[in-house]
């Protein structure tokens, strides 16, 4: 945890005590995964409310509120309620323990770029960031997803959320999906109903790539894809085909690469899927 943020939460606390709140036993009964990498959401009265380390979380009107934890994020998190019921309280964050797998035969050139290629990288970069940044005011795309999502594509699961990959012997960042590997052309259907916010067909990294808005930041993305099948603006319903799986990108077979986001925070989308049919 940053110093910057420590502050906050002190300052935070003492704010709150000399309000009067003190810690309760539960301020919220959540649901979903409280650990790295989960999503969690709940109900409060309509009109409250909430912030999350200092930082104040969507409320729906019908008083659904929700919050994802990145792969790293810290083991504790204050929750704070201000309105009718104010309170205040600390949830304990569950540690993982992430996959270190190595991975050779990738393109050089993908995992050290040479400079000309720079510049092309940090303009797909600022796509991306746009795309993820649109903040979709849609309660009925996120009551679809919060009900739970399918499988976009089912077949054996070859990379996991957390794991650490080296390429070629070079240290990557960590992966933050869940790699399913089928065949290319396997259709790819949208897990949840959702707004594409990008649609591109050759990314450096990520080569053919889709991400798919759930609302209220919340989204999902396709990565390495052969055919993107959907635009940017179309509204798609679960199990919709959008696209097809690839080996596009920094890829060394065809497989899709599924990930999930809140906010800037990277979220599992394993935590939010059944088992597959096939398991």
Known sequence: MSTGRRWRIAVWSALLWACGIGPAAACIEWQGQ?????????????????????EPLDVLEDGTVFAGFGRDAATTAEVV????????????????EYRIQRVDGVPQQTVTPPPEVLERIARERKLVTAAKARYLTRPDLLAAALAG???PVEGPISG?????RIYNGSPGNPHYGVDVAVPT???????????????????????????????YRLSSSFLHLSKVSVAVGD??????VIGEVGATG??????????MSWRSERIDPQFLVPPMASD
């Open 81 to 96: 309620l201000r309105g009718d019921s104010a309170c205040r309280e600390t949830l304990a964050i569950a540690p993982r």
């Open 34 to 54: 409280l650990q790295q990498g989960g999503l969690v959401w709940a109900q409060v009265a309509p009109g409250t409310q909430v912030l999350m380390d200092g």
């Open 250 to 259: 920094r890829a060394t077979g065809p497989h899709l690469d599924w990930r």
């Open 185 to 215: 052309g396997t259709a790819v259907r949208a897990p949840s109903p959702g707004v594409v916010t990008l649609a591109e067909p050759d990314l450096f990294y990520s080569g053919g790539t889709i991400i798919l808005d759930h609302g």
């Open 235 to 240: 509204e798609v319903k679960a199990g919709q």
């Open 149 to 151: 999502f399918q499988w």
């Open 160 to 164: 996991v959320y957390g794991s650490q």
